[in-house]
Structures are given as structure tokens and as C-alpha cells.
């Protein structure tokens, strides 16, 4: 996290679970943003056999990076380059951003720090 901006930050969470963040501070400022699911618009049968099938696919950090074959080799990886490819999305209008309260943190846990496409299939309920 204390990389460059555009980098993969790449941990495991309670040692089970992977989890990446994007990097968006400058280096040595540990700013960054946790990657909580996503909506496959392509490959979703091989992020369906990488998580044996069950559901949801990629809703959800820890699925997310199962569903992406994510894991900690990935730490640090530039964002602009294969594997791992952080490409502009579409537009998302206000009445779509749902804001909430972050999930499964205690410290700050009411801060509204969390930010979801509403009735997308890639966010946790």
C-alpha cells in the first residue's frame, strides 16, 4: 500500500482470504481502495470453476479474488498490464451510487465508507 499509485496492494485477510486493494496515494502515503466484488462482463465460466461452482461469483472481497485467480504473487503488480488489467469503467449516475457503512471492520464501522453500484450482482448484500 505504500507503493505507487496504479499498483495492486495484495493481503490475506484472517491468513484465509485474499484481498486487493488499488493503490492511490503517493509512494510512502498509504492510501488505497478495497476491490469489494464486481459484475464479470467476460470469463465468467472459468471465475465460476475457480470457485467450484458456488455462488456468488465475485460478490464479496475474498470471492472476488478467488473468482479472479487473485492471490499474493500479485502484490505490487502495475495495474496497466496483464494479468491483472484495471480498465475505465462507464458511468455510473448518482442515483445508482449506494453509500454505506464499511462491513466486517469495527473501528470506524458507522463511517459511510463504502461506495456500491445499486442492484448490481457484484456487491454483498
Not at 484465509?16 to 466484488?37: E, I, K, M
Not at 499474493?72 to 449516475?93: A, F, I, K, Q
Request: glycine share 12%; with cysteine; hydrophobic share 40%.
Amino acid at each position: 500500500m505504500f507503493g505507487p499509485a496504479g499498483r495492486a496492494y495484495v493481503y490475506q485477510s484472517y491468513g484465509v482470504h485474499w484481498c486487493v486493494n488499488v493503490v492511490t496515494g503517493r509512494p510512502n502515503d498509504p492510501q488505497a481502495v478495497l476491490l469489494r466484488g464486481l459484475e464479470p462482463l467476460e470469463g465468467e465460466d472459468v471465475m465460476i470453476l475457480r470457485r467450484f461452482g458456488r455462488r456468488p461469483t465475485a460478490a464479496g472481497p475474498g470471492r472476488l479474488c478467488q473468482a479472479l485467480g487473485v492471490d499474493g504473487t500479485l502484490d505490487g503488480h502495475d495495474l496497466r498490464r496483464s494479468p491483472l488489467l484495471l480498465e475505465p469503467g462507464w458511468h455510473v449516475p448518482d442515483e445508482l451510487v449506494g453509500v454505506s457503512a464499511r462491513i466486517g471492520v469495527r473501528l470506524a464501522a458507522d463511517r459511510p465508507n463504502r461506495f456500491f453500484v445499486r442492484d448490481s450482482r457484484g456487491v454483498t448484500p
